[in-house]
């Protein structure tokens, strides 16, 4: 089956022309000259997109936003982002956000296509678990102010309902069911969102933030969500307020 690319760009002579050598390089390929219709076309079900070129500076809503929005969704499909913007906070930005890659304009059409290849054979769906499944079945569980029931997708902080997407949940009950254990980002990869391979993101960084901000008293001190520093996170049911982060081990 051939790789479906879309590509994001307003400017359509160069859409057209990634378009076109894309196509010659065999790839299936989506041209849309804006944000929302981008979402659209990675939100259809049956239509898979394996790899999104995105421009930048788009009308109406930026790249930003439409990167951002398509991490938001739980969806861990790689970005390449095109900018004429060179200055280190945007590419930071577009990093943020969780774009894989940043190119920057006028760029070589061979690098073009050497990240594109980069990106697909980097991201690939998990046909076969690299190492065998760690997760055991939980229905119910509770820590710190926490209670979260899988089954009904009901989560509590203090008794006060807390709104989580269906991603966080999946996360969540992954950690909750390897606690105390260091994760990698590699391994989260695999088994929350089931892709594997090397791709680089920093799309799980984002959920993580967002769950510290939901399950944590403090998101600047976690407690509970622990990031090891090089080596992944761990997740520490019973921690306790008073408990202090491991020294030099845990980096936020």
Request: net charge negative; aromatic share 6%.
């Amino acid at each position: 089956m051939r790789h479906h690319i879309l590509v994001v760009e307003d400017e359509q002579h160069l859409g057209v022309g990634i378009k076109y050598n894309l196509e010659a390089e065999g790839y299936r390929v989506t041209l849309v000259e804006d944000g929302p219709t981008a979402l659209r076309v990675v939100g259809k079900t049956g239509d898979a997109v394996d790899l999104v070129v995105l421009d930048l500076m788009l009308p109406g809503m930026s790249g930003y936003a439409v990167c951002e929005t398509i991490r938001e969704t739980g969806s861990m499909v790689p970005v390449l982002m095109l900018s004429a913007r060179t200055l280190a906070e945007d590419r930071s930005r577009g990093f943020d956000v969780g774009a894989n890659q940043y190119l920057a304009k006028p760029f070589e059409l061979a690098e073009l296509l050497s990240r594109v290849k980069n990106l697909l054979s980097n991201a690939r769906p998990a046909e076969a678990v690299e190492e065998p499944m760690r997760q055991v079945p939980i229905k119910k569980a509770g820590f710190g102010a926490i209670t979260v029931d899988f089954e009904t997708h009901e989560v509590t902080k203090a008794g006060s309902p807390l709104k989580m997407t269906p991603k966080e949940l999946r996360l969540l009950h992954y950690f909750v069911g390897n606690p105390n254990r260091v994760i990698s980002r590699q391994e989260l990869l695999r088994e929350v969102w089931e892709i594997t391979g090397k791709l680089q993101t920093r799309a799980v960084d984002q959920f993580i933030a967002r769950l510290r901000k939901a399950i944590e008293e403090n998101p600047a001190e976690p407690i509970h969500l622990l990031t090891i520093r090089d080596a992944g996170y761990r997740f520490i049911p019973d921690a306790k307020p008073c408990v202090e982060a491991e020294s030099g081990g845990v980096e936020e």
